[in-house]
């Protein structure tokens, strides 16, 4: 006579081996994934508290250095002039090597440097002259924004 | 008569792994959407000293994302405040509520790198104005699709 009813519990026992193969694969995607990103990095700045509020964001400053950035037609860069000098179209490498010869000469490190940049000049051009500065060991940097408001920052 | 020895088979049981498993891939799953929603796709431009900054030395942060219009065949910039599209005036007025809030907030600018400066400009501008005195600029120290 066949047995009726349920079978014995431990008869049926769920084969998860495929169930693992499957979220491991997963799981080592997203954590490949999460490590295969770029990493953002910061270039952190800070405003004076002069450009508080009330105080909107005229601030008077006396830079040590002058750098300034200028549009070339047709978005082929922009040329750098620092301190009336102009160097190479794109030539942050020499503007760098130009702000580290200025220490080595006796600039103070802490002292300010002053980026002026036209509005339509590409902002990769901005950063990469605020990075030249950074790489030749100056820490205090500023932007001027426009004619009559400057953000200061270090 | 002695007998042969019962070989008894061995089962692991895989269920506290699956466990272990499913929490860790819900875990990068979480996390990955998060960064997502803060961080909007952005060509980042490349900045070699750009240093990695942990996250809670920045303290509260404020992130403005500025792309690029033209890159989506459009005109000028868009400004997206966690992955929402809102007008220059309203990032500004955004700006002074955070720094109402927090007179130390941090705000990130995060910029496509053929942005023209002058949209970059306009959100340092505000940052100036509200009176948030810590500006940070994001940066990708080598090419490679930025964030």
Redesign the interface.
Known sequence: MPQRGFSPANSYVPNLAPMVDVVMVILIFFMLGSSLVVSEGMLPTELPSRAGPGGGAKVTIVPTIRIRLEALPEGQGCRIIVEDLLLSDNAYDSLASFLRGKLDAGADPDGRILIGADPSVEYQNVISAMDACVRAGFSNIQFSVNTDTIAVVE | MKLPPRTTPI?VN??P??DV??C??VF??V??KMVEME?SVID??????????DKQK?GKRFVVNVRDARLEGGEGARYLVQDKEIHLLEVIERLHRE?QVDPLVNC?IR???????????AV??G????????????????D????
């Open positions: 089962r895989l269920a792994m699956v498993t499913m860790l891939l990068f799953m996390t990955t961080n980042l431009p490349i900045a070699r000293s750009a240093k990695d900054v920045l720094r990130v910029a496509d790198r053929s942005l023209p400066y002058e949209h970059v400009q340092m501008v940052c100036a104005r509200a009176g948030i005195q810590k500006v940070t600029f994001s940066a990708v120290s080598r490679g699709g930025g964030g």
